[in-house]
């Protein structure tokens, strides 16, 4: 057998001991039982010991350090069973990768293990008024005033805002410079004082989309990633 199809057994006995069966397809003739309350958590945290959310990111950041085959064999295994992956959020498809990328050590300890486990919920900051595909012409506002930046503003069209935790978002830190330049990104805690959501009621009467809106919110310097008015490139 080789180390593939080893790998294979191994991810496919896992996932039939470890999946909720309220998380997989009912076989036939049985129906599939109501999530309880804990089922997609702790799937989340047995998936994530195992480094399968994020197959290919490092192990100390929460990962398998696998390659992109055995990445494929995990994805395989769960649409086998019809099942998913607990972590696949915009935390694991857009801030991780760039936080791999550009952020600074200790901002990896500690954003990227929860991000495997599906510890926090993330959303974008980015879209505002009048700054949809024209991104760059952002205006919500970012001072430095000692170890926290303040933020003022507004974003919309904030996808999952009003279930998500942390916002990873673009802000202006330099008004005076040209508009693809002056912007920084920053993460911050979704509960802080002066964060606002109102959800976007569309015709159907659901809401995935939300406002959201910063009225003095401080945010810890801490949280920049990479440096003050880099936000562009990354």
């Not at 799937?43 to 085959?69: C, N, Q």
């Not at 019809?82 to 600074?104: C, D, H, K, Q, R």
């Not at 930046?149 to 830190?173: E, P």
């Not at 976007?200 to 801490?222: M, P, T, Y």
Request: hydrophobic letters at 35%; one cysteine or more.
């Amino acid at each position: 057998m080789s180390s593939l199809e080893s790998f294979r057994e191994e991810v496919r006995t896992f996932v039939a001991e470890n999946c909720p069966p309220s998380l997989r397809n009912p076989k036939p003739g049985e129906t599939r039982p109501t999530p309880g309350p804990d089922d997609t958590k702790k799937w989340a945290h047995a998936f994530a010991s195992k480094g399968f959310s994020v197959p290919t990111w490092p192990k100390e950041h929460g990962g398998g350090s696998f390659g992109k085959d055995e990445a494929a064999i995990i994805g395989e295994e769960l649409a086998r069973i019809g099942s998913y992956n607990p972590a696949m959020s915009f935390g694991t498809m857009m801030l991780g990768p760039v936080l791999l990328e550009f952020a600074n050590h200790e901002q990896k300890l500690e954003h990227l293990p929860k991000i495997a486990r599906a510890d926090i919920r993330w959303c974008q900051g980015y879209s505002e008024p009048g700054s949809g595909s024209d991104l760059a012409s952002l205006r919500t506002r970012a001072v430095r005033e000692g170890d926290h930046y303040v933020i003022n503003g507004q974003k919309i069209w904030t996808t999952g805002a009003h279930l998500s935790d942390w916002m990873f978002c673009l802000v202006r830190t330099d008004t005076s410079a040209p508009k693809h330049q002056g912007i920084s990104f920053i993460l911050f805690d979704l509960k802080s004082p002066g964060v606002t959501i109102k959800p976007i009621r569309l015709i159907s009467g659901q809401s995935q989309f939300c406002e959201v809106f910063f009225e003095n919110v401080k945010a810890h310097a801490h949280n920049l990633v990479g440096k003050e008015n880099d936000g562009w490139t990354i």
